[in-house]
């Protein structure tokens, strides 16, 4: 099936169209500036904007940085606090006058690599880290999601806020060498590793493409790798979470 995937990320908003039978997408990447402030409208604008530049009438699968249950949005860390407590997906489908279905980023990052990534046929417990503007997670169990874990927000042990010590927009703020981020990240992996005890950890966001420059920091026992989408996995996930929707509905 083809559906739009759409990612959106505190720094851009990106899309593809993607085959969900293989993962594969069908179309270039394109990629619009989130817009500041990352108000609702402003949002919903932007992905009926990417609706446009690829001609598509057809189901939309959006990824998005927050808390998302059951169509609303819990939390709005990199986004407007107006977003707390909004219906997304329809203020999303009535902007793109199509069918839209959200879920958290990071958890849609997950669903691609479980499916035909990094995690495809790996049993116990797989963690994808997103990197980004935010820290995203997600937590799988032998393949089932548990969604919307936030655990880019737990407090380190030298009491900073993980997302705010070791995400790739901090990487970036502070002109970070990757061996110095690589170390911040490695405390917060191996919080992780002591909380959750990962089989597996896949990274994805942009740092994932550059894991051999900061590999050497990691300590942490469970294999660390970058997601089989690199970046791209928000986008090819969305899709994926948005057919799942679609045939839930239908049975
Ligand atoms: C948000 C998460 C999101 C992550 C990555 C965090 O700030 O709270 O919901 O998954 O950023 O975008």
């Given at each position: 099936m083809q559906i739009l995937g759409v990612d959106v990320g505190g720094s851009g908003v990106k899309g593809a169209l993607v085959e969900t039978q293989?993962?594969?997408?069908?179309?270039?990447?394109?990629r619009l500036e989130t817009p500041q402030p990352a108000t609702p409208d402003a949002i919903g604008a932007t992905i009926a904007e990417?609706?446009?530049?690829?001609?598509?009438?057809g189901p939309v699968g959006i990824g998005f940085p927050a808390a998302i249950q059951r169509g609303v949005?819990?939390?709005?860390?990199?986004?407007?606090?107006?977003?707390?407590?909004?219906?997304?997906?329809?203020?999303?489908?009535?902007?793109?006058?199509l069918p839209c279905y959200v879920a958290n980023d990071a958890d849609v990052a997950g669903l691609?690599?479980?499916?035909?990534?990094?995690?495809?046929?790996?049993?116990?417990?797989?963690?994808?880290?997103?990197?980004g503007t935010g820290l995203g997670t997600a937590l799988f169990a032998d393949g089932r999601l548990l969604p919307n874990t936030e655990l880019g927000h737990i407090y380190l042990d030298n009491?900073?806020?993980a997302e705010a010590f070791a995400s790739g927009a901090v990487r970036d703020n502070e002109s970070l060498k990757w061996n110095a981020w690589g170390k911040r990240f490695n405390r917060y992996?191996?919080?992780?590793?002591?909380?959750?005890?990962?089989?597996?950890?896949?990274?994805?966001?942009?740092?994932?493409?550059k894991l051999e420059k900061f590999?050497?920091?990691?300590?942490v026992a469970a294999p660390v790798v970058a997601a089989s989408f690199l970046n791209q996995a928000g986008i090819v996930?969305?899709?994926?979470?948005a057919e799942t929707q679609l045939k839930t509905s239908k049975s």
């Open positions: 293989t993962g594969e997408l069908l179309t270039e990447r394109i990417l609706v446009r530049l690829h001609e598509w009438k949005a819990r939390t709005a860390a990199n986004v407007d606090k107006s977003f707390i407590g909004l219906d997304v997906v329809e203020c999303f489908s009535r902007h793109t006058g691609a690599e479980i499916g035909f990534g990094a995690g495809k046929d790996r049993p116990g417990v797989v963690m994808i880290i997103t990197i009491g900073e806020e992996l191996t919080q992780m590793e002591f909380l959750f005890w990962p089989d597996l950890i896949v990274l994805g966001g942009g740092a994932s493409a590999a050497d920091q990691l300590t996930g969305a899709a994926l979470f």
